[in-house]
């Protein structure tokens, strides 16, 4: 059905059609002008022209059967309020664009209606969130958000604000990165103290490259300075980490200069300069007398011997006086596992043959001087001992053997068990040198007397001076070979004592009975 109401004259009407639409104006004149006054007010409150529907300032749009949200105009701003009663929000579906003027920038701003802001209060928040999600639960919460908040209480001067991003993996999102108002980045830390401030027990940054083959890099640039710090790594069981200065002025400098390393190849720990160094590593204990220097194998070594040494540390370099310097080098092997703990190996070089006491060196070659007290060397004192052999036996160190300032050896003489008296020293002497001349030596001389020497090998193996056989490479124990030799010489002298002794007696025999024989004579003659 379909009916016309006719206002103010023959063309100034209202139809409502069949199909329940209303149309202002006739056939002819499809549109007119509808005036809607507001009550004591000449002014329109809603006003109609063509195709243009103007409202009046503060004229609410009331939506819902509880006029739950309005829209309005404030004369300034335009204003949707979702929340005019109940608790709705504002729903744009699939997509929305804030678009700004030509040369100017869209502009969403998201403000609170807080009067008197104070620390941590929010001034806005976007949250990421699928609300529709079937699963429910967690499903349905904020996996991420962005918000602002007050940093300090708002004041005429005052508005510091920080950033804040939130990440979730179950449950609302929590804080994960902040931006403070100074600017400080925190991540994983709600207060940064420098201008990136990573806090978390895990590893805090990871560098990588989508090609395998190719090096990950982080740059440094300043205004005059360019670094690279290049992390090579083809997997994660063979990586390195270099420092690659662009420039002289380069380096890199750790806080407090408890470590830098300059762009010429210099590390320092503890300290800033070495003058007596151009490319190498310089550690300044301070008033530290512990290990300065050490080496450990956590997977492989575990000696056990923590009263020296943390278990996996098998080299350590420590002060041998914690006032007056020195070196005190300790290596550490887990007990009956390796016999030769530490290994010196020289290679290279042509080994020199000079054997006089102002050209000989060797490929290892110990020098040792002493401080003159000032900035000089000095002579060692007479008689001082260079060098010194010490074990542990009965419970303390003793030594074993000396090398003097004169080049004497000196060896133990109180554990090695002295050769029996049974035993025919000079022969066993002969005996070696035999065997000495089988393997080769020169000098050797023989005679008659070789037949009568009883002894051999296995019984120069069995004595000791030799080690094992020759041919088993036996070496030779000098100092049971010099106790052999006191020995043949004590024998040679007691024998030759022996015989002076009996010789003795005999010519006093012969003396004697000479004496009698010249009597018996002179009486015979006198008869």
């Known amino acids: 059905m379909g009916s016309t109401i006719l206002l103010d004259g023959a063309n100034d009407v209202i139809s409502v059609s069949a199909d329940s639409a209303v149309d202002l ?75 700004g003027d030509a040369a100017a ?56 604000t920080g950033l804040i991003l939130a990440t979730g993996t179950s449950g609302a999102a929590t804080e994960k990165v902040r931006i403070d108002g100074s600017g400080n980045v925190g991540i994983g830390i709600a207060a940064p103290a420098t201008l990136l401030h990573v806090g978390t027990t895990s590893p805090v940054m990871r560098l990588g490259n989508a090609s395998s083959n ?26 390195s980490l270099s420092f690659t200065p662009a420039t002289a002025n380069g380096g890199v400098t750790f806080a407090t200069a408890a470590a830098s390393l300059t762009p010429e190849g210099l590390l320092f720990l503890n300290e800033t300069a070495n003058a007596n160094m151009t490319v190498g590593l310089t550690i300044n204990q301070g008033t530290n007398d512990d290990q300065a ?29 914690a006032t007056l310097g020195g070196a ?23 080994a020199n043959t000079t054997k006089t006491n102002a050209g000989a060196i060797g490929l290892i070659d110990l020098q040792s001087y002493e401080h003159d007290g000032a900035n000089g060397l000095a002579n060692i004192t007479a008689d001082g001992n260079l060098f010194s052999i010490r074990a542990q036996v009965g419970g303390s160190f ?6 003097d300032e004169d080049g004497q050896l000196h060896l133990t003489n109180t554990t090695l068990v002295a050769l029996s008296d049974e035993i025919d020293d000079v022969s066993m002497v002969r005996a070696f040198e035999t065997q000495r001349h089988l393997a080769g030596a020169e000098g050797y001389v023989q005679s008659k007397w070789d037949e009568f020497v009883t002894y051999n090998e296995d019984d120069l193996v069995k004595m000791k001076v030799l080690g094992d056989t020759v041919a088993n490479g036996g070496m030779w124990n000098i100092s ?48």
Not at 47 to 58: E, P, R, V, Y
Not at 214 to 221: F, H, I, R
Not at 398 to 403: I, L
């Open 398 to 403: 003793v030594a074993r053997a000396v090398v």
């Open 214 to 239: 190719t090096p990950a890099s982080l740059q440094l640039v300043g205004s005059n300075t360019q670094k690279n710090w290049q992390v090579a790594s083809v997997s994660h069981l063979a990586s």
């Open 328 to 350: 005190f080098i300790r290596v550490m092997a887990e007990d009956g596992a390796v016999s030769n703990p530490l290994i010196i190996r020289t290679m290279g070089g042509t």
């Open 105 to 160: 920038a869209g502009i969403l701003n998201l403000t609170t209606a807080e009067l008197t802001v104070v620390a941590t209060n929010e001034l806005g928040r976007i949250n990421f969130s699928a609300p529709l999600e079937s699963s429910g639960t967690d499903a349905i919460l904020p996996g991420a958000s962005i918000w602002g908040v007050a940093e300090a209480t708002f004041d005429a001067t005052t508005n510091t």
């Open 25 to 99: 104006g006739d056939a002819t004149n499809r549109y007119r002008t509808l005036f809607v006054d507001t009550l004591g007010d000449s002014a329109q409150a809603v006003a109609m022209a063509g195709s243009q529907l103007t409202f009046a300032d503060n004229l609410e749009l009331r939506f819902g059967t509880g006029s739950d949200a309005d829209m309005y105009y404030d004369a300034t701003n335009l204003v949707i309020d979702p929340r005019v009663a109940g608790a709705g929000v504002l729903q744009i579906l699939n997509e929305a664009e804030v678009r």
């Open 293 to 321: 220097f050490s080496l450990k194998s956590r997977t492989d070594v575990a000696h056990g011997l923590i009263s020296q040494l943390e278990t996996d540390t098998y080299f350590s370099i420590q002060k041998s006086s």
């Open 480 to 527: 049971r070979h010099t106790m052999l030799l006191n020995g043949a010489v004590w024998q040679n002298h007691t024998e030759i004592a022996d015989l002076r002794e009996e010789t003795n007696s005999k010519i006093n025999s012969l003396q004697l009975a000479l004496l009698e024989a010249t009597e018996t004579i002179k009486r015979l003659e006198s008869n």
